[in-house]
């Protein structure tokens, strides 16, 4: 069970955030040649995985080579999205300044472009971080999963929404910074929309092409096999990454915030609203690296810009700096947070 976070004053809730400033730089002042050995490692894995899955899918034989396949390259895609892509995006690995590891110019396995994500993702939702109105993450914009949000009748029948948005959570990703939800109501310009939806567009056909037409050419008479063996890796993603990030945002505990609340924030209350905004996932060292390290939420949305590898070992002071100031440190297995994520959309689908 989560408890309430204890209300502090302006003094405490800047001690607070002295704290973790003091951890960040101590972090910050050991990053080296592990931190590249680790992403080297993970980039290599996913390499190899890639390719053992795209092999076993074009020239395998049977369900047993077709089962494989499909989870090797599932669990590339797991890896280069979350543990590779999401943490380089971040300028986790700008220090190396390694050209290949530049967030500003990385491109990741999906259809959400790298600019789209830097934009909806790195500075909107890391900066507003669950503030009704200005995140737009809260929900993804049609989903209603808490009762500060006002309802509205489609709402309904957001448990389907749901479980859509779980089947093809890259393309929710990938839409959000087109904003089509402000073209509907006006508030964007045809053009504007446009100017968004370009490079979206683009980035999509590519990735469209290359699981669907190029790599089933390649296999010639196995075409239908690899066709279907990528459209269920792409599924098996964005299943597992949907899974996450909704654990570690929307469980009961997590608060929303009103925009009046916020105003002129300190930097210790910038790190408050990141712990009480936030949940983690309870789980081992390979169940971390396949979450891209996100099951440690809290320690993500505090340090957005450290190698997220570091979180597990940094975990354990951030939580003791949490209880000494009273405030929650929202963790729990998978199935729990998962469970009750699940409760809340079909909850609050209802007014």
Not at 205 to 210: F, I, T
Not at 266 to 290: E, T
Not at 305 to 313: F, I, K, M, N, V
Request: proline fraction near 4%; aromatic fraction near 10%.
């Amino acid at each position: 069970m989560t408890h309430a976070s204890k209300t502090l004053t302006p003094e405490q809730a800047d001690a607070f955030g002295r704290e973790l400033d003091a951890l960040r730089q101590d972090v910050i002042a050991d990053l080296g040649q592990r931190d590249v050995d680790h992403i080297r490692r993970m980039i290599r894995a996913s390499r190899y995985a890639e390719a053992g899955g795209r092999l076993l899918l074009g020239f395998g034989w049977g369900p047993a080579s077709f089962a494989l396949g499909v989870s090797a390259l599932g669990t590339a895609k797991i890896l280069e999205n979350m543990e590779i892509g999401h943490n380089v995006l971040h300028g986790q690995y700008d220090f190396t300044r390694d050209p290949d590891l530049d967030s500003r110019s990385y491109e990741w396995d999906i259809v959400c472009t790298g600019d789209g994500w830097r934009h909806s993702h790195n500075y909107e939702h890391h900066t507003f971080t669950n503030i009704l109105g200005k995140d737009r993450d809260i929900g993804y914009a049609f989903l209603r999963v808490g009762p500060e949000q006002r309802w509205h009748p489609t709402h309904l029948i957001q448990p389907v929404s749901a479980a859509l948005l779980a089947l093809g959570f890259e393309w929710g990703i990938g839409a959000h910074d087109l904003r089509l939800d402000e073209a509907l109501t006006g508030k964007q310009s045809r053009a504007e929309l446009w100017a968004r939806a370009r490079p979206f567009l683009c980035k999509a056909g590519w990735q469209l092409a290359k699981d669907y037409v190029f790599y089933p050419a390649l296999a010639l008479g196995n075409a239908p096999r690899v066709l279907a063996g990528n459209l269920l890796a792409n599924v098996m993603r964005n299943l597992w990454s949907f899974a996450i990030i909704f654990c570690g945002h929307f469980p009961d505990g997590v608060r929303m915030y009103r925009e009046e609340e916020t105003r002129d924030e300190s930097r210790g209350r910038w790190y408050l609203r990141q712990v009480n905004g936030s949940a983690n996932i309870d789980g081992g060292k390979l169940f971390q690296i396949l979450t891209g390290h996100l099951s440690h939420q809290i320690e993500h949305h505090l340090f957005p810009d450290l190698p997220a590898a570091r979180y597990p070992e940094m975990a354990p002071r951030v939580r003791e700096i949490c209880t000494r100031h009273g405030q929650a440190y929202n963790s729990g297995s998978l199935w729990r947070q998962l469970g009750s994520v699940a409760r809340r959309i079909v909850r609050y689908a209802a007014p």
